[in-house]
């Protein structure tokens, strides 16, 4: 009974980001689909982001015309997510006891229960819980941060230390996936702070293999955008759907 409880108590949120452009893209199926129990906020950069982040406008204007190879350098490209979710853990740290980042190019099929949230994804003892892959960066499609661990306002600041102070490019990286494990590592290393790892610690599209792809589907990268799933993710092949 004390366990029921607690898991209607927890306060949960989801946090996201599109602009208009790829909300008519894809981000539409976010919207449409969502059927989590619990809400979900937008950070939508044609609409009050820059308005509500001026730190990251300052930091797009500073860094547009910054010459780039790939989306590993592309920091700007990527710095609207990082800003959104450290200003919602900023935002939100009095309203809710976890937010899960979740990419808009997700599909959402099956509601995740609360006693799952509660027992595989958000751990008391740590900071955040992500998808971690062998050989390199994390996939960060899903990012959770426990709102009550007395690291996690530290840890955000850190990262926007980084970008409002442009060290961020001092780091071999720079798209945030890179950003996030760099922080989070620190902390590891220097305060002790322990994270959940939900990923299998394999290569590729670790989000269909994890948790979560029993209940949404990630549709990263042009192809799987343009399916409108993933072949990986073996949740919606089996159920034959495609949203």
């Known amino acids: 009974m004390e366990e029921s409880i607690w898991y209607v108590n927890m306060k949960l949120l989801t946090v996201t980001t599109w602009n208009n452009k790829l909300y008519k893209e894809y981000a539409h199926r ?3 689909t969502y059927n989590l129990s619990w809400p979900y906020t937008v950070y939508n950069e044609d609409d009050g982001m820059f308005e509500a982040i001026p730190d990251l406008k300052a930091f797009v204007e500073r860094n547009k015309d910054k010459p780039t190879d790939n989306f590993l350098q592309d920091a700007v490209r990527f710095s609207y997510k990082v800003y959104a979710y450290c200003h919602a853990i900023k935002q939100y740290k009095d309203e809710y006891d976890f937010i899960m980042g979740i990419d808009a190019d997700s599909v959402f099929y099956h509601p995740i229960p609360e006693d799952i949230v509660a027992k595989k994804l ?22 959770g941060f426990n709102l009550k661990h007395p690291e996690t306002q530290n840890y955000a600041r850190e990262m926007l ?19 996030w494990d760099h922080v989070r590592i620190k902390f590891e290393l220097e305060k002790g702070v322990k994270n959940n790892n939900i990923g299998d610690h ?11 792809g029993q209940f949404y589907d990630h549709t990263k ?3 799987r955008k343009a399916m409108g799933m993933s072949g990986e993710n073996q949740m919606v092949l089996r159920e034959g759907k495609k949203r």
């Open 202 to 212: 394999k290569k590729a599209h670790v989000q269909a293999r994890s948790i979560l």
């Open 221 to 223: 990268g042009a192809s």
């Open 161 to 179: 230390k980084l970008y409002n102070s442009d060290e961020i490019y001092k780091l071999v990286e720079t798209h945030d996936s890179f950003v």
């Open 122 to 143: 958000y751990k008391e003892n740590c900071m955040m819980t992500y998808l971690g892959r062998g050989g390199q960066y994390s996939e960060c499609g899903f990012l």
């Open 30 to 32: 976010f919207e449409k």
